[in-house]
């Protein structure tokens, strides 16, 4: 084997782990930047203006600002960056940046001014495109939780037909005994009692339309 059949697959390990540093980092700066007040939120004078004054992108900045919102994001984002930048749980932070990343692009598109959005949108899109050369890096892995998560996945055991169509009334049976049904129960009995009933009879039509 020459050097040149060597160096090829080692330059392209080496730009794998530099593009994972590159998301990993930008991660942990965004992350930590929001625990820090570094980012949403608006200024006294934006603060006292009327919500009809504020630009969508303005009143989302507020909105995220919110907690326990800011935090949860900051401390995912964290999370993740630390995960693609350690070997060990590299996959893990690259399945785990995709929705995160996905969701403050639709954002971003949805709320920022069109210049900045388009900025973005650019910028985001390519960090997406290296988490995907990320993933398809350790393709054997990735083989491997494909098998595991889409092949063969079933029931442990085999109902008939009738067993099935009895998961509508089971399903309302778990959703009776949740905590949260109990606890109304015990403080609005009426008008939780009213509520189920008013869904099973909703549910009896659902299926006299089908059957």
């Known amino acids: 084997m020459n050097f040149k059949q060597i160096a090829k697959p080692k330059y392209w390990d080496y730009f794998i782990l530099a593009a994972r540093f590159l998301i990993g980092w930008t991660f942990l700066r965004y992350g930590y930047s929001k625990l820090m007040a570094g980012q949403f939120g608006l200024s006294e004078t934006e603060l006292l203006t009327p919500i009809s004054e504020l630009s969508p992108f303005r009143i989302s900045w507020y909105l995220f600002d919110l907690q326990p919102f800011k935090n949860f994001i900051g401390i995912s984002q964290i999370i993740c ?19 995160i990343v996905a969701t403050i692009l639709i954002m971003d598109v949805t709320f920022m001014p069109t210049d900045m959005a388009n900025t973005f949108t650019w910028r985001l899109s390519y960090y997406i495109a290296l988490d995907i050369l990320i993933l398809w890096h350790y393709n054997d892995r990735m083989l491997i939780i494909w098998n595991a998560a889409w092949k063969g996945v079933t029931t442990r055991f085999k109902y008939p037909i009738w067993v099935y169509l009895t ?7 778990l959703e009776f005994i949740s905590p949260r049904t109990l606890f109304k129960l015990l403080t609005n009995p009426v008008e939780t009692i009213k509520g189920f009933g008013e869904l099973f009879t909703l549910l009896i039509d659902v299926l006299g339309q089908i059957f």
Do not use: E
């Open 81 to 99: 960056g630390l995960l693609l930048i350690w070997n060990r749980t590299a996959i893990l932070g690259a399945f785990m940046f995709l929705p």
């Open 167 to 173: 998961l509508p009334i089971v399903a309302i049976i």
